[in-house]
């Protein structure tokens, strides 16, 4: 990887300036959160985080023990949970919406701009073809020049044409469009010459716009991202306050509005035996994920996902590579198509298998986002990135500005967003624009 001090303004990519700029740093402070998680994730992590909305006046057990006593306050207190109750469910609902929102205008601002940074480096690319193609013209039309006055024993013009060094194609030609002789008897060949020049300069000129298109929608699309992130951060809260106080509410509730002679003591164990039931079913779950991740890792699969080689890097997934890098025939089915360019690779080892950091570096983003599902970035330094798509409901184990180790399991592969089966789709990013994983996986000792 090469460091800031080495890379050079080449036109192609932001420079360190521009990138600092592009990329700003973000801290835990700034983005702290993430999508729907499950328990065992979000206590292997951090506390809940709950909004000021939820820092409510909660009932306590005496609380209903004392309303019970009188008719007046039980029905004050009913009425109290029941609010509370509603409110939480109202909450969970909206935050989530919102986030789904957020995560489709994430999505696509993300697309766009892969888009636009596809189109500069193709522009680019083409104009330096160009630009080659003038500068051999231009030597071309020079020779023939050459052996026309040496035919015509013109030495001294000659040596005027060839005294000191051409530094480009616009140099020859100036020199050459002077020539009457060249012009008369090669007009063909210093007309191919001014043709690819005039291209070159078009294309270059083209190529400059697209870039700083490109670079503004890398802008948005990294507020787009922030806004999900918020917003996924705003509904994990609402549905983190939702599984620690509805249960107990209900079961108040319920204890005010019984009238049989069943204590409360009764109640207060029933919500006790959920939790832990909950708990253990949770626990279960990332056994079982963690076994099957352990299995298909010995079985081989595509590779052994997790295991860190010595240039740092891991391989994501210990899956077979179901779909490559580039242009594809586009696939539709279940109320959605595939893109006609696929800007990572898929790896596939089946529903709730780990998925691995591919390298250690710092989670920009762990949430919803449209197409890709459940979807997590993370950020190596030096302008390189990966992120990992259609993660499992419930499956994001890490949080936004949250430090993880190469190898590290942070999520379970999954079915979720415009996908036609469990697998994770891997990226990789220089400098925000995809490129390739295969080669530059291939370069760390890493075959996916």
Not at 55 to 65: E, G, L
Not at 89 to 98: I, K, L
Not at 407 to 430: L, P
Request: hydrophobic fraction near 40%.
């Amino acid at each position: 990887m090469e460091q800031d001090h080495a890379l050079v303004d080449c036109g192609c990519a932001p420079t360190p300036r521009e990138r600092r700029a592009l990329w700003p740093s973000v801290d835990r402070r700034t983005a702290l959160g993430l999508g729907v998680i499950g328990l065992v994730g979000i206590a292997a992590v951090a506390g809940p985080l709950l909004p000021p909305a939820f820092a409510a006046d909660y009932p306590s057990w005496d609380d209903v023990q004392a309303a019970r006593a009188n008719e007046a306050a039980k029905a004050q207190e009913v009425q109290k949970i029941q609010g509370l109750i509603d409110s939480l469910t109202s909450e969970v609902a909206r935050t989530q919406a919102e986030a789904e929102a957020r995560a489709a205008e994430f999505y696509q601002a993300q697309q766009d701009y892969f888009d636009a940074a596809q189109r500069a480096d193709q522009l680019q690319s083409q104009a330096d073809d160009q630009a080659t193609k003038a500068l051999d013209a231009a030597n071309k039309a020079g020779r023939v020049a050459a052996q026309l006055y040496r035919n015509g024993g013109e030495d001294t013009s000659l040596q005027l044409f060839f005294a000191g060094s051409a530094a480009s194609a616009d140099d020859l030609l100036a020199r050459l469009g002077t020539m009457d002789q060249l012009i008369g008897r090669n007009q063909a060949v210093y007309a191919d010459a001014i043709t690819a020049r005039d291209a070159a300069q078009s294309l270059s000129d083209q190529a400059v716009v697209a870039r700083d298109e490109r670079d503004r929608l890398q802008q948005l699309a990294e507020q787009k991202m922030n806004e999900a992130q918020a917003a996924a951060d705003a509904a994990q809260a609402a549905l983190e306050a939702q599984q620690t106080h509805l249960g107990e509410l209900q079961a108040q509730l319920a204890a005010l509005q019984d009238t049989t002679a069943k204590t409360l003591a009764d109640y207060q164990a029933g919500v006790e035996a959920a939790r832990k039931a909950a708990a253990e079913a949770a626990a279960r779950a990332a056994a079982e994920a963690a076994a099957k991740a352990a299995a298909a890792a010995q079985s081989g699969g595509g590779g052994s996902g997790g295991s860190v080689v010595a240039s740092g890097w891991s391989r994501p997934s210990s899956g077979w590579q179901t779909s490559g890098y580039g242009p594809r025939s586009v696939q539709c089915g279940n109320g959605y198509c595939s893109t006609g360019f696929h800007y990572g690779v898929d790896l596939a080892s089946g529903c709730g298998s780990a998925i691995y950091a591919a390298n250690s570096g710092t989670v920009r983003y762990a949430g919803p986002n449209g197409g890709y599902g459940n979807y997590i970035k993370l950020d190596h330094g030096g302008g390189v990135g990966t992120g990992y798509g259609h993660i499992q409901n419930g499956g994001i184990l890490v949080r936004s500005g949250q430090w993880v180790n190469s190898g590290q399991v942070i999520a379970y592969e999954g079915n979720t967003g415009n996908s036609f089966g469990c697998h994770v789709h891997f990226e990789v990013y220089i400098n925000g624009n995809p490129t390739n994983p295969i080669p530059f996986m291939a370069d760390r000792g890493i075959s996916v």
